[in-house]
C-alpha cells in the first residue's frame, strides 16, 4: 500500500500554487488519505503525493493483487478485459494504418497489444506490475516493457500513436509521462488518454478518493496537464454510460497555449457537493451501475471457464 505518511505539503504539478482545500479525509476504504483540490486551477489529488519508491514499490507486485485479489489474471478478468479492448480497438482504428506503430501504457494482461498484433499492426505494452507484465508475455508472446514507462528505453519520433486508458491517474509524475509520450510520437501522432472523471455522479461519494488515484481530472484538468507538456487537445468526450474523460492529444511542431481557468475549481467543488452517498444509491445511476454489474457477472459466467487459458478465450472473443 502506498505511504500515507506524514510529508511537506504538495504543490500543485499544473499550476504551481500552494492553495489547497481539502476534499476528503478517507479512501473508499475508510483508511487515512487526504485529498485535495487546488483552488487556482481546479486539480484534484492526494496531498501529499507519494515518492517514486512508494509508486514503484506499490505497483510492481501489490496493486494487482489488492485490486483484484491474484497475481496473474483469471479467466474471467481476460475476457472482460478483452471485451474492453474491441471497444478501444474501434475508437483506435481511425489512426491505424497497416504500417502504424502502437504504443499502449499500463498495458495490463496484454489484451489490446495482442488484440493489435493479431490485426497485423506492429503494437507494443509497458507494464508495471510483474504479474500482470510477466503473464502477457509468457501467455500471449508479445513484447512488453515490465516495469516503469520512465525506464523503458524507447525510440524518439517513432509511434503513430499512444494508448493510456485508466493509467494517468495512478501516477505521481504525469507531467514526465507526457513528456516522454510527446519525445516518443512521430509529429501528427496521437496520444489518447481515458481517465475517471472526478466530476461524475455515476459513483458513490464514498468511492471517489483511492489510494491508487493520486490525481483525479475532470476534462480541464486532464487536457491542461496535456497542454503543459506540449501536446495540442483534439478531441474531449465524455464516455458514453461511465462519463470517463477520454482525450485525444497530438504533437505539432508549435506550442499549444497554456492558460488556467479560473472557474473550474468551483464547477467541481459544486459537482462534488451534489454527490452523496444515500442519494446515489437511491438514483437511477445506483441503481442501473447494480444492474450493469449483476449482468456482467451473469455474462462472464456463461462466456468463460476457468479452465480455458488467456489465449483461448481472446481467439475465441478476437475471432468472432
Not at 51 to 63: A, F, G, I, K, L
Not at 77 to 99: C, I, K, N, P, T
Request: overall charge negative; aromatic content about 10%; hydrophobic content about 35%.
Amino acid at each position: 500500500m502506498i505511504s500515507t505518511e506524514a510529508r511537506e505539503p504538495s504543490s500543485c504539478i499544473l499550476c504551481g500554487a500552494n492553495d489547497h482545500e481539502i476534499v476528503g479525509t478517507t479512501d473508499r476504504h475508510g483508511d487515512p488519505l487526504e485529498t485535495v483540490i487546488c483552488r487556482h486551477c481546479g486539480l484534484v489529488f492526494s496531498n501529499p503525493i507519494p515518492t517514486d519508491e512508494d509508486v514503484r514499490q506499490y505497483y510492481s507486485n501489490e496493486y494487482r493483487r489488492s485490486y483484484k485479489g491474484v497475481f496473474h489474471p483469471k479467466s474471467k478478468h481476460v475476457y472482460r478485459s478483452g471485451r474492453r479492448a474491441l471497444m478501444r480497438f474501434e475508437h483506435a482504428r481511425q489512426w491505424l494504418s497497416d504500417e502504424a506503430k502502437v504504443l499502449d501504457l499500463g498495458s495490463g494482461g496484454g489484451e489490446f497489444v495482442y488484440l493489435l498484433r493479431q490485426r497485423g499492426i506492429e503494437a507494443r505494452g509497458v507494464e508495471p506490475d510483474q504479474g500482470y507484465g510477466g503473464y502477457s508475455v509468457s501467455e500471449y508472446q508479445i513484447p512488453v516493457h515490465i516495469g516503469p514507462f520512465q525506464s523503458a528505453s524507447l525510440p524518439v519520433d517513432e509511434f503513430d500513436l499512444i494508448t493510456a486508458h485508466h493509467v494517468v491517474e495512478h501516477l505521481n509524475e504525469p507531467l514526465g509521462v507526457f513528456r516522454k509520450a510527446l519525445e516518443c510520437l512521430k509529429t501528427g501522432g496521437r496520444f489518447v488518454v481515458e481517465v475517471p472523471n472526478v466530476e461524475s455522479q455515476l459513483h458513490a461519494a464514498r468511492h471517489k478518493w483511492h489510494y491508487a488515484h493520486i490525481f483525479n481530472y475532470n476534462p480541464c484538468t486532464l487536457e491542461l496537464l496535456g497542454k503543459k507538456a506540449g501536446f495540442h487537445v483534439e478531441q474531449t468526450t465524455l464516455v458514453p454510460n461511465t462519463e470517463h474523460v477520454l482525450t485525444v492529444f497530438v504533437k505539432k511542431e508549435t506550442a499549444p497555449e497554456f492558460a488556467v481557468d479560473p472557474g473550474n475549481c468551483d464547477r467541481i467543488r459544486a459537482a462534488l457537493a451534489t454527490n452523496e452517498d444515500r442519494e446515489y444509491y437511491l438514483s437511477k445511476h445506483g441503481l442501473w451501475r447494480l444492474t450493469c454489474s449483476l449482468r456482467r457477472i451473469f455474462r462472464e459466467k456463461m462466456s468463460v471457464s476457468e479452465t480455458e487459458s488467456g489465449r483461448e478465450v481472446l481467439d475465441r472473443m478476437y475471432a468472432a
